[in-house]
């Protein structure tokens, strides 16, 4: 194989960043009632938004949750192959769900809608095939249709996952404006040590509900050490604290250590 010339390089990434920067711009035209529809949806049900989605539209619905977690959308990705075997009891008749798939007919997905649909939470879809059977089963389909792939086989997942991830942000935004949210304390509250407009030991100090001040931190240093040390009653009470899952508890709580440690450890 022969080496690339550098403007041969440049030139490649150029075109995989037009088809992907059209792709997201033609969603703006097909923005609709539909559009709408969805988000009227999540700001009525009174759980959570559940994400869903496999392979590629799995890790894009990832992300989506993620956003709408941390802009005042309560909301968590459950993997379908899981929840064919008992993860769907993640669920209740007080969601949503959110399922992501651009053919619309996953497998995985398609196989969890009737349960879903049968214990009466909402559907809404994303995918690229509005007559596919996950588009027609949804309350309400998005269509994140693309008319080329950026990858040069038209077969890798390119700008359909860009369109889609791209449809998941607008959504997060419209919602967390509805809601009346102020940005950025609310902001803050879901994401204390990555805070906008903040960094270090002031994110910090505004956020968390302790101290880390000299005189504190040593007692606080050492809840930290316990609760990462995955010391079950210590750990518990910083998920309370937190607000969050263990997982999620014990990344943020790491996060804060690697953040104050080169000032205070």
Known sequence: MTKPER?????????????????????????????????????????????????????????????????GTPAFFMHPAEASH?????????DLLLAVSYSGETNEVVTILPLVKRMGAKLVSMTGKPGSTLARAADVHLDVSVSVEACPLNLAPTA??????????????????????????????????????????AALAEAL?????????????????????????VMTEAVKMLGTTRNRAYRILNQIRESVEPNHR
């Open 160 to 201: 359909s996952t860009t369109a889609t991830l791209a449809m998941g942000d607008a959504m997060a935004v419209a919602l967390l404006e509805s809601r009346g949210l102020d940005l950025r304390p609310e902001h803050l509250h879901f994401t204390p040590v990555a805070s906008p407009g903040l960094s270090g030991d």
């Open 7 to 71: 403007d041969d390089l440049v030139a490649l990434a150029t075109r995989v960043l037009d088809i992907e920067s059209r792709a997201v711009r033609e969603l703006i035209d097909r923005l609709d009632a539909t559009f709408a529809d969805a988000c009227r949806l999540c700001l009525e049900i009174d759980g959570r938004v559940v994400v869903t989605g496999m392979g590629k539209s799995g890790h894009v619905g990832g992300k989506i949750a993620a956003t709408l977690a941390s802009t």
């Open 86 to 94: 008992g993860d769907l009891g993640m669920i209740t008749p007080h």
């Open 209 to 233: 509900p302790f101290d880390l001040d000299e005189a504190s931190l040593k007692a606080e240093w050492l809840v930290l050490d316990l609760a990462l040390a995955r010391c079950g009653g």
